[in-house]
């Protein structure tokens, strides 16, 4: 067999980290794919990013890593994975304040598009948020019980959203706020 592939999902279900399977349009593998496709685009963000940046992409790629092995674990194996805590949510918080006091706020609705960066890190966000209610979803149906998951993701948007203005103000009179139709 191939080190590739195994076949075995050919079934349309998938392998959870102790025993047991999933159907692969599970909520749960829904939320998976949701949170693997925000690091994909955290992943595009950060080729864009300067060094600073970029660290603080590479390392919200490595927790959510860590929040995607705790979501794919049974219910008795959860606890083994659990890595995510409130310190992840402060060091969030922090990235904020710190981007945060060299940006203007918007003030409003902004359009993206200003540069790539910025557009990327728009689209990191709204992927967030899906990901965000896909978690609010397994948590109201107990499958996941950590809660700290679904405060990560929501801080998380926050983030991005703030990194997204600071992008769009690089080179540019600032990001380009959403107007009616003409």
């Given at each position: 067999m191939s080190r590739y592939f195994t076949g075995i999902g050919d079934d349309g279900t998938t392998g959870l980290l102790g025993d047991g399977r999933v159907k692969k349009t599970d909520a749960r593998m829904e939320t998976l794919g949701t949170i693997d496709e925000l690091s994909a685009f955290l992943g595009l963000a950060r080729s864009f990013s300067i060094r600073d940046e970029g660290e603080i992409l590479?390392?919200?790629?490595a927790s959510l890593y860590e929040i995607m092995a705790e979501v794919a674990a049974t219910q008795e194996n959860q606890p083994k994975y659990r890595k995510i805590g409130e310190e992840n949510i402060l060091s969030l918080e922090k990235n904020i304040e710190s981007i945060s006091k060299n940006v203007k706020s918007p003030g409003g609705f902004i359009l993206p598009g200003d540069n790539r960066k910025a557009a990327t890190l728009s689209v990191a966000r709204t992927v967030?948020?899906?990901?965000?209610?896909?978690?609010?979803?397994?948590?109201?149906?107990?499958?996941?019980?950590?809660k700290i998951l679904q405060a990560y993701l929501n801080r998380l948007s926050s983030l991005l959203f703030v990194m997204e203005v600071q992008a769009a103000s690089e080179g540019t009179k600032g990001p380009t706020p959403a107007k009616g139709q003409d």
């Open positions: 590479k390392k919200i790629q967030c948020r899906r990901a965000e209610r896909r978690m609010v979803e397994l948590l109201n149906e107990g499958i996941v019980t950590n």
